[in-house]
């Protein structure tokens, strides 16, 4: 017998309010990161000494580490939703990787006039209109791979996770889309916090000490990177885990 397809007006009323799934996972990820906080203090500590040297301070390095954590905070995900016995291995962070790198450069692609417009875009002309399609068009291809790299650091290919991806977020696509912004702006509003304090202090502190306040707000704020970032990796999972258990596979029969 084969397990017959979920209705999709069913399955989209049986998946949990976006907005509590979203507090779960940043509930969850203060002590997801407290977990891991062996991890988080090595990178604190490199970004506390790229900061200290001002030839690399204004380089991309700190960016780098975000994306090593990227992987150790989806595998914290994975762990916290589906398995706690969980090992990333070379081939599950390869398949992660590539499923997130097809769809950035998927949206990169689409949105070459974008980039061309805005580059050739005078301050007083709306040739930026123009880019307006291919924004719709990139968030809407996000939102609907949005499981993949999940799928892929699961050990589902690549290719098969997007699909999968696809399908799953058929039904769902709205509260789907939810999620990545509202993981966006969270991460936006933390650095902005953060960064406005830093300035506060700088204006109002002799100058003496202005080396140590940028310091310690750099290295503040790649910590509540950190914490975003292990927060969105458990709301994409928890998201996951809701929508497969809404509108499960088809199973051969046996």
């Known amino acids: 017998?084969?397990?017959?397809?979920?209705?999709?007006?069913?399955?989209?009323?049986a998946l949990p309010s976006v907005g509590p799934l979203l507090g779960a996972a940043y509930d969850r990820g203060v002590a997801t990161v407290i977990r891991s906080w062996r991890v988080v203090a090595i990178l604190l500590v490199i970004e506390c000494v790229i900061a200290s040297v001002p030839s690399v301070?204004?380089?991309?390095?700190?960016?780098?580490?975000?994306?090593?954590?990227?992987?150790?905070?989806?595998?914290?995900?994975?762990?916290?939703?589906?398995?706690?016995?969980?090992?990333?291995?070379?081939?599950?962070?390869?398949?992660?990787?590539?499923?997130?790198?097809?769809?950035?450069?998927?949206?990169?692609?689409?949105?070459?006039?974008?980039?061309?417009?805005?580059?050739?875009?005078?301050?007083?002309?709306?040739t930026w209109v123009l880019a307006i399609p291919g924004i719709v068009v990139g968030f809407w291809l996000y939102a609907r791979w949005l499981c993949g790299p999940a799928l892929g650091a699961r050990g589902m290919p690549a290719i098969k996770a997007l699909r999968e991806s696809w399908r799953l977020t058929s039904a769902a696509f709205w509260p789907t889309l939810v999620i990545p912004c509202a993981n966006f702006i969270v991460?936006?509003?933390?650095?902005?916090?953060?960064?406005?304090?830093?300035?506060?202090?700088?204006?109002?502190?002799?100058?003496?000490?202005?080396?140590?306040?940028?310091?310690?707000?750099?290295?503040?704020?790649?910590a509540s990177q950190l914490y975003a970032s292990q927060a969105a990796a458990l709301s994409v999972c928890m998201w996951l885990k809701?929508?497969?258990?809404?509108?499960?596979?088809e199973v051969p029969a046996t």
């Open 1 to 13: 017998m084969h397990n017959a397809p979920a209705n999709p007006s069913t399955a989209i009323s």
């Open 57 to 126: 301070a204004q380089s991309n390095l700190g960016n780098l580490l975000i994306f090593s954590w990227a992987f150790y905070a989806m595998a914290n995900a994975i762990r916290t939703v589906f398995d706690p016995d969980y090992r990333m291995n070379n081939r599950t962070a390869g398949e992660m990787f590539a499923a997130g790198f097809l769809i950035g450069i998927t949206i990169v692609l689409v949105n070459v006039m974008v980039i061309v417009t805005l580059l050739r875009a005078a301050l007083n002309d709306f």
């Open 187 to 222: 991460s936006l509003a933390i650095g902005l916090v953060i960064g406005g304090g830093a300035r506060l202090l700088l204006n109002v502190t002799p100058g003496s000490v202005a080396a140590p306040i940028t310091i310690v707000a750099t290295v503040l704020v790649l």
């Open 242 to 249: 809701a929508l497969q258990d809404t509108q499960p596979t």
